[in-house]
């Protein structure tokens, strides 16, 4: 790697690249043996080490950990710390579908490692997977390569649900991926359904999913 060296006293010395370093990328620094101190010591031995640039890292995801009102269709969007390189996405991200615990809504009732997913009931088709958008100027939406989205294909009703993004997610440069594999589980909506109850003098609707209020006219429903 070019660059330039200077001293800081006369016991360290910092090097300086020519060029930014390159994200997820690992460097060797090596050290010659045959170093020598002014009173004439030498190292004896080669000195090496290594270190690591910035790996990816997800930052923020939708829906979030643990949501019970994902819908079949929905979009969910992940962001990272970096541009990334949108086809090892295609690669990385998986969305596993769980049958959903009788009588309770936990938002882990699976084992979030690589063997739990193997108890899967399926896995499903990513669809649509592009990079997301941003507010650009003059609040015109605008491509953001640091996000993606997709539409996982045929979500069921009232299922529980495991996203993962592997170890194989890379940024727009470097070849490291995530440090590991991450998991986000969530539920989907139940079918739609109502149910009412009386408390006193109110009467209560409760619904399966969320109810649009725009759509829903009050004049629709009569006691």
């Given at each position: 790697?070019?660059?330039?060296?200077?001293?800081?006293?006369?016991?360290?010395?910092?090097?300086?690249?020519?060029?930014?370093?390159?994200?997820?990328?690992?460097?060797?620094?090596?050290?010659?043996?045959?170093?020598?101190?002014?009173?004439?010591?030498?190292?004896?031995?080669?000195?090496?080490?290594?270190?690591?640039?910035?790996?990816?890292?997800?930052?923020?995801?939708?829906?979030?950990?643990?949501?019970?009102?994902?819908?079949?269709?929905?979009?969910?969007?992940?962001?990272?710390?970096?541009?990334?390189?949108?086809?090892?996405?295609?690669?990385?991200?998986?969305?596993?579908?769980f049958a959903r615990p009788k009588g309770g809504d936990?938002?882990?009732?699976?084992?979030?490692?690589?063997?739990?997913?193997?108890?899967?009931?399926?896995?499903?088709?990513?669809?649509?997977?592009?990079?997301?958008?941003?507010?650009?100027?003059?609040?015109?939406?605008?491509?953001?390569?640091?996000?993606?989205?997709?539409?996982?294909?045929?979500?069921?009703?009232?299922?529980?649900?495991?996203?993962?993004?592997?170890?194989?997610?890379?940024?727009?440069?470097?070849?490291?991926?995530?440090?590991?594999?991450?998991?986000?589980?969530?539920?989907?909506?139940?079918?739609?359904?109502?149910?009412?109850?009386?408390?006193?003098?109110?009467?209560?609707?409760?619904?399966?999913?969320?109810?649009?209020?725009?759509?829903?006219?009050?004049?629709?429903?009569?006691?």
């Amino acid at each position: 790697m070019r660059g330039k060296f200077r001293w800081i006293g006369t016991s360290t010395l910092v090097f300086e690249p020519s060029e930014s370093l390159t994200k997820a990328t690992r460097y060797s620094v090596k050290v010659d043996g045959a170093m020598t101190s002014v009173g004439g010591d030498s190292l004896g031995i080669t000195y090496e080490t290594s270190f690591e640039t910035v790996r990816p890292l997800i930052l923020s995801a939708t829906p979030s950990y643990g949501s019970r009102m994902v819908g079949p269709g929905d979009s969910m969007t992940l962001t990272f710390n970096h541009d990334v390189h949108l086809g090892s996405m295609k690669k990385a991200i998986h969305v596993y579908e769980f049958a959903r615990p009788k009588g309770g809504d936990s938002p882990v009732s699976v084992e979030l490692t690589e063997e739990g997913m193997k108890k899967a009931i399926r896995s499903l088709a990513i669809d649509a997977l592009e990079y997301g958008e941003q507010p650009g100027p003059e609040g015109k939406m605008v491509r953001n390569p640091s996000s993606v989205t997709f539409k996982p294909r045929d979500i069921a009703y009232d299922r529980e649900y495991v996203l993962v993004v592997t170890k194989d997610a890379r940024l727009s440069e470097g070849d490291l991926g995530l440090t590991e594999d991450y998991f986000l589980p969530f539920y989907s909506v139940r079918e739609f359904s109502v149910s009412l109850s009386g408390f006193g003098n109110t009467v209560v609707l409760c619904s399966s999913s969320p109810i649009d209020p725009n759509a829903a006219e009050i004049g629709r429903a009569h006691v």
